[in-house]
């Protein structure tokens, strides 16, 4: 079984940044992929951008590309998410998971984080 735990969410203002991490915990974590997802107030859940855990291919929503940058640390079992250059419109709950896939849907991906808050003020 795969936990995930999200931190380092928080309130930044329009323009600023921050950075936000999953750590899974398993005895052997070797998935296919990581992912972010969003979820904004009163939406669907939305891909952000997914990562290959053994190669360095990474995705991003169109949305985001440009502004986020998704990392991994291996010996960590962490992946990263820095966002800059924020807006209003990226305010969600941003989620990682965990999967045999890259896919921009959600259903594909097996284990899920409970989420972490971001919020950005206008």
């Known amino acids: 079984q795969v936990q995930l735990v999200e931190s380092g969410g928080g309130l930044v203002q329009n323009g600023g940044s921050l950075r936000v991490s999953c750590i899974a915990s398993?005895?052997?974590?070797?998935?296919?992929?990581v992912a972010w997802f969003r979820q904004p107030p009163g939406k669907e859940r939305e891909f952000v951008s997914a990562?290959?855990?053994?190669?360095?291919?990474?995705y991003y929503a169109d949305s985001v590309k440009g502004r986020f940058i998704m990392s991994k640390t291996k010996s960590k079992n962490t992946v990263y998410l820095q966002m800059n250059s924020l807006k209003p419109e990226d305010t969600a709950v941003y989620f990682c998971?965990?999967?045999?896939?890259?896919?921009?849907?959600?259903?594909?991906?097996?284990?899920w984080g409970q989420g972490t808050q971001v919020t950005v003020s206008p």
């Open positions: 998971a965990s999967g045999t896939v890259v896919a921009r849907s959600p259903r594909p991906y097996e284990f």
């Open positions: 398993a005895r052997t974590f070797s998935p296919y992929a």
């Open positions: 990562i290959k855990w053994n190669a360095d291919d990474t």
